[in-house]
Every structure is written in structure tokens, then in C-alpha cells.
């Protein structure tokens, strides 16, 4: 296995990737109830089994996105415990069940491989020990992600191994990278991919990264409406071999509305070629999703952070050369139509074509039941898969990802409840940042202290708090700064008007932002819990915590309490979901929160407060005072703290001497999750 080989090899794989700016370019950094053992010891077994078995059709695909690092699954949600190895074994039985069936099977990942879990981020550069464990998935094709570009070294760490493990499956359409040798901007990966799949259909791939701007001086992102100008471009929708089906992947949004730029390049392609089918493949934006394009092209997003596993499947593409089946034996076959919206007729060649497509929740319940024969004779678990696990527990337990700070003595969301709620992860925050962000010197000084809400990355979840979970909920390093001794009536307007504003984004404007990645997509808007019923298509997104409740499922199912997670809603309507969920809420959240501390204890106001925020903001506060009437410069702000203790400290800092947090230490209980109102079940 690769990961078995390279794990002797770890600090020489990091020095290695640390060591590419200095040879290779410039280093200025943009910042149904079947319990199944679960391969990761301290994981949590799913109970909620899959709806019905998969359509297989004439070819296949499974599809990750948007994995952030999560390798090991998440070891508090039951939904979604299954680890990598897992998904290896998984890909093995899919895999041999294409062949059994005489039908083709393509594995595609539409790229950001770290930066939300310890796995990929504890070491640096993000992704130095992860993407070896990544690639023992043999993909068909793959594309990158933003994640792999803000940083210098973690985009030559993409060109110079994983872009070099992968080959020409490989594709970055719009995406370059500087070499220093040559002194000119070369494709990391291909610029497209024609192949002939093994029962012969003939494809043009291509894999297109969304007009990202956030990217360091070492990588180059050429927009899509220039990409599709270029002479390349040209030649591969022309290409001078028959071509049965264009894939089109990116870490892009499916939808225009949602800033995607695959749409643009889809209209290219139609408009040269209007009767060939086009598969699209999408990400980044962290939501299930399935579009329809036209008649003959449909697109898949597959959530984020291994939760969910894609699964698209097509019958009746016209091809010479095929030599598999359209109709597999002892399976249901694809049977939806690409109605699309428009009033055109639909081509000849597209009349025959009949989609399928599934969300599967990733944990080993739902592998199992998919995996021909795991659930009698045949065992799950395969040998590569094991040898995956085992790696992921012997590296986790190197990395110390399992130190115990405390016990999280609930499950608290981003945004399941209301801001302000006791559920509601800003209300401990403001807690943990009270009580550990202080300056000793000026620790009897009142204080203000605001972060923007986009510096949390996930739910805290009742159980340990390690160090993994850390990076979990804040894997930044956004230092604390302040402004001395600021008015009490202006420093008190601050957070307001940066809620009024727009959300802050990371950008290219200094070292410092570009180092701490933006995880924040913009929240949808409409109500404050929104009901996906009484909104328009586009305020339906399939984050899981937001859809329409779907009633569709065995009775046996439905005779029992389902568990809270994704219920969605797309263009082929409510069924996509593998495993029947109750919706879990969805609230909207400001920009930014607050905590203070060491205010009078009569229950007055101060008259000055040191205003502390992070570096990323700073700029944000900066404005936001001197619309307040007072005006401060860069000059003025100062560090707070110590760089070293930054976004991703204070929690742990706060576990460790929280009464409620260390009350059961080291025996933590572990809750039921996010989206249940209680430790006793009821959601």
C-alpha cells in the first residue's frame, strides 16, 4: 500500500514539501438495525440503513468532494463514522460488482483535501501526512480545489506529489503553477483526459476550478470564460477521436446563481457539440445537490467532509465501441429522464438516456448493505481497507490527535439552533474566550472581544475534546489583537455594524489573511429558520441542515424513530437520500459575536474597554470605529497575546479548566449528535 510505504517516510516526505518553494517558485502566501464494527475503535456504529439498493446503469460513478481532511470519519456522529478504509473497501466491492454486472465504474473526487480536521492539518504543510492515505483510492479522475492553493507550499506540495501520484487522471483546465526553472506558469495536472473507459466508451474529461481569486502568487487561476477561449479548449471538444460523453468536473457550485463557472464552460460545449451527453461533477459549496442542464447533461454535488459518497448512474449513451450491457441483470436500472426546463426538443440522441442518482451516508452500515454479498458470505472488509484503518489509528496516535483537553458536556451546532440559544456553539464560545483570552497585564481592564462566526468550522459534539477537535471546530491561526482603552459607547457599536455588513472574506491582501483559508460560504438567506417548502429553489440548498422533509421509505423504516440528518431536495425531487432522516433546523447567523470580560461588577459600564478582535478582522474593526465617530489607524493596534496562542487555542485552553468539562474526565460520555434536542433521544 502507499500509506504503508510512506509512513516510515513521514518527516521526509514534510521536509520534502517544505523544501519546494526554495527550488521551485515564489513563496509569498495568499492567505435496520444491524449494527456493523466499525473500523476506527473510538467511531460511533450507525443504525439507520440505506432505503433501497442502487440502479446500476450502463456506466457508473461514485464521487467525493469537499473531504477537508476527514479521513478517519467523524468519530461522534453515527452517520457518518466510516473511515477511509472503509470507503477503500467499499470502492473494491463497487468495483467488482461493475465487473460482474458488465457495466463501467469511474471514482471521482472534485477536490479540497484538508484544512477542517487534525489529520491533514497538524502537521504542516496541510496535507504532508494525509494525501498519502488520500491517494490509495484509485481514482478515474480528479480535480483540485481552492484549499490546495492559498499557501505556497501546500500548492507545490499538490504539483510535485499528489498531482504526480494521480498522473494525467489529473485534471486542472484553468489552474497553473509558477516553476522557477523555467520561469513560466505550467499546469499542475492536464488540461483534459480522453479515454476509453474498460467496456470501451469513449470520454473527454476536463476539470475546471471556480474563478477563485484567494490563490498565493505561486499558482495562477485563468477564468473559465478565458479558459474555453483558448486553442486547447478547441482541440478537445473537437477532439479528432469519436467522443460517447464529456465529463466535466470542478470544485465549482452546479448552479450560476451559486457563482459556478462549469455552466459557462457546459454552454461551450454544447453549443460546439449539442448532441453528445455531459456529466457533470461539482463541489465546494458543501451541499447535496443534483441539476439538470438540458436533456442529455445532469450534474452531482456530493456534500463535504466525509459525509457523503455520490453515486450517479446513466444508461443509454449511443457508442460504437461499447461493450458492456445497458440493462445489468439482477439489479434496477436508471429510469429518470433529464427534463429539463426548457421547450426545445429533445435531440435524437438523447431520448434514450435515463439517470440515476443517490446520496449515500458515509459510515460502514451503508457500505455494507451496497457491497454485494458483505451482508452473508462475502466479508466487508478487505485487506487494503484494514491496512487503510490501521494506518489512520497508528498516525492519528502519532500525532496525538486522541490528548484529552476535556469532556464537551453537550453537543453544540453552528447553526441547528437559534444564535443566543444554549445550543447554539457561539454561546459557549463567548464563554471559552472570556475566561481564557486575557492579557495578565491588563487582565482587570474590561473587555470586548469579537471574532467573525466564520472562524468556526463545525459543530461541537458531546464527548472528548482532543486535540483532532481542535481543528475540527477552529483549525485557524488568526491571532488576537487589540485597541487600548477605546471608548465604551464606540467599542460597543463595532460588532453591530460588522453584522450589518457584509461577510468578511479572506483575500490576497497580505501574508497574514491568507495564512487562516476562508471556510466561510455565504449563508442562504430567507427566514431565520428557514422552511424549504415556502422558499424558492435556490433557498433549498442541501446543506443537512436545511431541505424539505422527505416521507418516502420502507414501512419498516417508517414503524421506528429516524434519526436527524441531510433530507434533500433536488431537481429529480425528494428520493436521493439513501438513508430516510429528519431535517435538522436551520438557522441564519450574524457575522460576528462577542464576549466580554472583566466588566464592572455593580452592573455598570465602563468607561473604556480594550477592543479585542483578530488580525483577520482587524481592518473590518478599523472602519467599523470610525464610522462610530473615532478614528484609529494600523499604527494603534496592537498584539493582545502571544501569536502562538490564536483561534485554535483558546477551546482547548477553556476544556482544560471548565468544572463542566472536566467532570468526567477521562471517562467522556458521548452524546447522540447534532440535530437531537437532548442526550435522551429526542429530536
Given at each position: 500500500m502507499?500509506?504503508?510505504?510512506?509512513?516510515?517516510?513521514?518527516?521526509?516526505?514534510?521536509?520534502?514539501?517544505?523544501?519546494c518553494?526554495?527550488?521551485y517558485?515564489?513563496?509569498?502566501?495568499?492567505?435496520?438495525?444491524?449494527?456493523v464494527k466499525?473500523?476506527?475503535?473510538?467511531a460511533?456504529?450507525a443504525t439507520d440503513?440505506?432505503?433501497s439498493?442502487?440502479?446500476?446503469?450502463?456506466?457508473?460513478?461514485?464521487?467525493?468532494?469537499?473531504?477537508?481532511?476527514?479521513l478517519?470519519?467523524?468519530?461522534?456522529?453515527?452517520n457518518?463514522?466510516?473511515?477511509?478504509?472503509?470507503?477503500?473497501?467499499?470502492a473494491?466491492?463497487?468495483?467488482?460488482?461493475?465487473?460482474?454486472l458488465d457495466v463501467?465504474?469511474?471514482?471521482?473526487?472534485?477536490?479540497d483535501?484538508?484544512?477542517?480536521?487534525?489529520?491533514?492539518d497538524a502537521?504542516?504543510?496541510?496535507?504532508?501526512?494525509?494525501?498519502?492515505?488520500?491517494?490509495?483510492?484509485?481514482?478515474?479522475?480528479l480535480?483540485?480545489?481552492n484549499h490546495?492553493?492559498?499557501?505556497s507550499?501546500?500548492?507545490?506540495?499538490t504539483?510535485t506529489?499528489?498531482?504526480?501520484?494521480?498522473?494525467?487522471?489529473?485534471?486542472?483546465?484553468?489552474?497553473?503553477?509558477f516553476?522557477n526553472?523555467?520561469q513560466?506558469?505550467?499546469?499542475?495536472g492536464?488540461?483534459?483526459?480522453?479515454?476509453?473507459?474498460?467496456?470501451?466508451l469513449?470520454?473527454?474529461?476536463?476539470?475546471f476550478?471556480?474563478d477563485?481569486t484567494?490563490?498565493?502568487?505561486?499558482?495562477?487561476v485563468?477564468?473559465a470564460?478565458?479558459?474555453i477561449?483558448?486553442?486547447?479548449?478547441?482541440?478537445?471538444?473537437?477532439?479528432?477521436?469519436?467522443?460517447?460523453?464529456?465529463?466535466?468536473?470542478?470544485?465549482?457550485?452546479?448552479?450560476?446563481?451559486?457563482?459556478?463557472?462549469?455552466?459557462?464552460?457546459?454552454?461551450?460545449?454544447?453549443?460546439?457539440?449539442p448532441?453528445?451527453?455531459?456529466q457533470?461533477?461539482?463541489g465546494?459549496?458543501?451541499i447535496r445537490?443534483?441539476?439538470?442542464y438540458?436533456?442529455?447533461?445532469?450534474?452531482?454535488?456530493?456534500?463535504?467532509?466525509?459525509?457523503?459518497?455520490?453515486?450517479?448512474?446513466?444508461?443509454?449513451?449511443?457508442?460504437?465501441t461499447?461493450?458492456?450491457?445497458?440493462?445489468?441483470?439482477?439489479v434496477?436500472h436508471?429510469?429518470?429522464?433529464?427534463?429539463?426546463?426548457?421547450?426545445?426538443?429533445v435531440?435524437?440522441?438523447?431520448?434514450?438516456?435515463?439517470?440515476?442518482?443517490?446520496?449515500?451516508?458515509w459510515?460502514?452500515?451503508?457500505?455494507?448493505y451496497h457491497?454485494?454479498?458483505?451482508?452473508?458470505?462475502?466479508p466487508?472488509?478487505?485487506?487494503?481497507?484494514v491496512?487503510?484503518?490501521?494506518?489512520i489509528?497508528?498516525?492519528?496516535?502519532?500525532?496525538?490527535?486522541?490528548?484529552?483537553y476535556g469532556?464537551?458536556?453537550?453537543?453544540?451546532c453552528?447553526?441547528?439552533?437559534?444564535f443566543?440559544?444554549?445550543?447554539?456553539?457561539?454561546?459557549?464560545?463567548?464563554?471559552?474566550l472570556a475566561?481564557?483570552?486575557?492579557?495578565e497585564?491588563?487582565?482587570?481592564?474590561?473587555?470586548?472581544?469579537i471574532?467573525n462566526?466564520?472562524s468556526?468550522r463545525?459543530?461541537?459534539?458531546?464527548?472528548?475534546?482532543t486535540?483532532d477537535?481542535?481543528?475540527?471546530?477552529?483549525?485557524?491561526?488568526?491571532?488576537?489583537?487589540?485597541?487600548?482603552?477605546?471608548?465604551?459607547t464606540?467599542?460597543?457599536?463595532?460588532?453591530?455594524?460588522?453584522?450589518?455588513?457584509?461577510?468578511?472574506?479572506?483575500s490576497?491582501?497580505?501574508?497574514?489573511?491568507?495564512?487562516?483559508?476562508?471556510?466561510?460560504?455565504?449563508?442562504?438567506t430567507g427566514?431565520t429558520?428557514?422552511?424549504?417548502?415556502?422558499?424558492g429553489?435556490?433557498?433549498t440548498?442541501?446543506?443537512?441542515?436545511?431541505?424539505?422533509?422527505m416521507?418516502?421509505?420502507?414501512?419498516?423504516?417508517?414503524?421506528?424513530?429516524?434519526t436527524?440528518?441531510y433530507?434533500?431536495?433536488?431537481?429529480?425531487?425528494?428520493?436521493?437520500d439513501?438513508?430516510?432522516h429528519?431535517?435538522?433546523?436551520?438557522?441564519?447567523?450574524?457575522?460576528d459575536?462577542?464576549?466580554?470580560?472583566s466588566?464592572p461588577?455593580?452592573?455598570?459600564?465602563?468607561?473604556?474597554v480594550?477592543?479585542?478582535?483578530?488580525?483577520?478582522?482587524?481592518?473590518?474593526v478599523?472602519g467599523?470605529?470610525?464610522?462610530?465617530?473615532?478614528?484609529?489607524?494600523?499604527d494603534?493596534?496592537?498584539q493582545?497575546l502571544p501569536p502562538?496562542?490564536?483561534?485554535n487555542?483558546?477551546l482547548?485552553?477553556?476544556?482544560?479548566?471548565?468544572?463542566?468539562?472536566?467532570a468526567?474526565?477521562?471517562?467522556?460520555?458521548?452524546?447522540?449528535?447534532?440535530?437531537?434536542n437532548?442526550t435522551?433521544?429526542?429530536?
Amino acid at each position: 500500500m502507499h500509506f504503508t510505504s510512506s509512513l516510515g517516510l513521514l518527516a521526509a516526505a514534510a521536509a520534502s514539501a517544505l523544501a519546494c518553494d526554495s527550488c521551485y517558485g515564489p513563496s509569498e502566501d495568499a492567505v435496520h438495525v444491524r449494527h456493523v464494527k466499525r473500523m476506527q475503535p473510538d467511531a460511533q456504529a450507525a443504525t439507520d440503513p440505506p432505503t433501497s439498493d442502487l440502479s446500476w446503469g450502463q456506466i457508473n460513478f461514485l464521487h467525493t468532494t469537499d473531504t477537508h481532511g476527514w479521513l478517519e470519519g467523524h468519530l461522534k456522529e453515527e452517520n457518518y463514522g466510516a473511515d477511509w478504509g472503509d470507503f477503500k473497501s467499499f470502492a473494491q466491492h463497487m468495483r467488482a460488482k461493475a465487473t460482474s454486472l458488465d457495466v463501467d465504474l469511474l471514482i471521482v473526487d472534485t477536490g479540497d483535501l484538508h484544512d477542517g480536521a487534525g489529520l491533514s492539518d497538524a502537521e504542516s504543510p496541510d496535507g504532508v501526512l494525509s494525501n498519502p492515505i488520500f491517494e490509495n483510492i484509485n481514482y478515474d479522475l480528479l480535480t483540485i480545489g481552492n484549499h490546495e492553493l492559498y499557501l505556497s507550499d501546500i500548492a507545490y506540495l499538490t504539483a510535485t506529489q499528489f498531482a504526480q501520484h494521480y498522473g494525467k487522471k489529473y485534471l486542472t483546465s484553468n489552474v497553473q503553477i509558477f516553476n522557477n526553472d523555467t520561469q513560466q506558469y505550467e499546469y499542475i495536472g492536464q488540461q483534459y483526459r480522453y479515454f476509453t473507459t474498460p467496456k470501451g466508451l469513449r470520454i473527454m474529461a476536463m476539470g475546471f476550478l471556480y474563478d477563485f481569486t484567494g490563490n498565493s502568487n505561486a499558482s495562477k487561476v485563468i477564468k473559465a470564460a478565458d479558459a474555453i477561449k483558448q486553442p486547447w479548449f478547441s482541440a478537445a471538444v473537437n477532439y479528432t477521436e469519436p467522443i460517447d460523453l464529456f465529463i466535466l468536473m470542478g470544485h465549482n457550485p452546479l448552479r450560476s446563481s451559486s457563482g459556478s463557472t462549469l455552466t459557462t464552460v457546459f454552454q461551450a460545449i454544447r453549443a460546439a457539440r449539442p448532441t453528445i451527453p455531459v456529466q457533470i461533477f461539482g463541489g465546494h459549496t458543501h451541499i447535496r445537490d443534483f441539476a439538470v442542464y438540458d436533456s442529455g447533461s445532469t450534474g452531482i454535488e456530493s456534500g463535504r467532509y466525509c459525509e457523503t459518497l455520490g453515486f450517479v448512474s446513466m444508461s443509454g449513451i449511443n457508442s460504437s465501441t461499447y461493450t458492456g450491457t445497458m440493462t445489468p441483470k439482477g439489479v434496477s436500472h436508471p429510469s429518470h429522464p433529464a427534463n429539463s426546463s426548457s421547450t426545445a426538443a429533445v435531440p435524437t440522441a438523447f431520448q434514450s438516456l435515463k439517470y440515476f442518482r443517490r446520496y449515500l451516508d458515509w459510515n460502514r452500515l451503508t457500505f455494507a448493505y451496497h457491497a454485494p454479498g458483505s451482508q452473508s458470505t462475502t466479508p466487508f472488509n478487505t485487506s487494503a481497507g484494514v491496512t487503510i484503518s490501521n494506518d489512520i489509528t497508528t498516525l492519528r496516535n502519532q500525532l496525538n490527535l486522541t490528548a484529552l483537553y476535556g469532556c464537551a458536556p453537550q453537543t453544540w451546532c453552528i447553526s441547528c439552533k437559534p444564535f443566543g440559544d444554549p445550543g447554539n456553539i457561539y454561546t459557549v464560545l463567548e464563554k471559552a474566550l472570556a475566561a481564557t483570552v486575557i492579557n495578565e497585564t491588563r487582565a482587570d481592564t474590561p473587555r470586548l472581544i469579537i471574532l467573525n462566526t466564520g472562524s468556526v468550522r463545525f459543530d461541537l459534539v458531546e464527548g472528548p475534546f482532543t486535540f483532532d477537535d481542535s481543528f475540527i471546530v477552529s483549525p485557524f491561526s488568526d491571532t488576537f489583537q487589540f485597541l487600548p482603552d477605546v471608548p465604551y459607547t464606540n467599542a460597543a457599536q463595532v460588532v453591530g455594524i460588522l453584522d450589518g455588513g457584509p461577510h468578511e472574506k479572506r483575500s490576497a491582501s497580505s501574508h497574514d489573511q491568507l495564512r487562516t483559508r476562508d471556510f466561510g460560504f455565504s449563508q442562504m438567506t430567507g427566514e431565520t429558520c428557514v422552511d424549504a417548502s415556502t422558499t424558492g429553489h435556490e433557498d433549498t440548498l442541501r446543506r443537512r441542515s436545511n431541505s424539505l422533509p422527505m416521507t418516502r421509505g420502507k414501512n419498516s423504516l417508517q414503524k421506528r424513530a429516524i434519526t436527524p440528518g441531510y433530507v434533500t431536495t433536488d431537481d429529480f425531487g425528494t428520493d436521493g437520500d439513501d438513508t430516510l432522516h429528519s431535517a435538522i433546523p436551520y438557522y441564519t447567523q450574524p457575522n460576528d459575536f462577542q464576549a466580554n470580560a472583566s466588566f464592572p461588577t455593580d452592573g455598570s459600564l465602563p468607561a473604556t474597554v480594550d477592543l479585542i478582535f483578530l488580525d483577520f478582522i482587524a481592518s473590518d474593526v478599523l472602519g467599523a470605529l470610525s464610522s462610530t465617530g473615532v478614528n484609529y489607524t494600523e499604527d494603534d493596534v496592537q498584539q493582545y497575546l502571544p501569536p502562538a496562542f490564536d483561534t485554535n487555542a483558546y477551546l482547548p485552553a477553556y476544556a482544560k479548566i471548565a468544572p463542566d468539562w472536566q467532570a468526567n474526565v477521562p471517562n467522556c460520555p458521548v452524546g447522540l449528535g447534532v440535530g437531537y434536542n437532548s442526550t435522551s433521544g429526542t429530536f
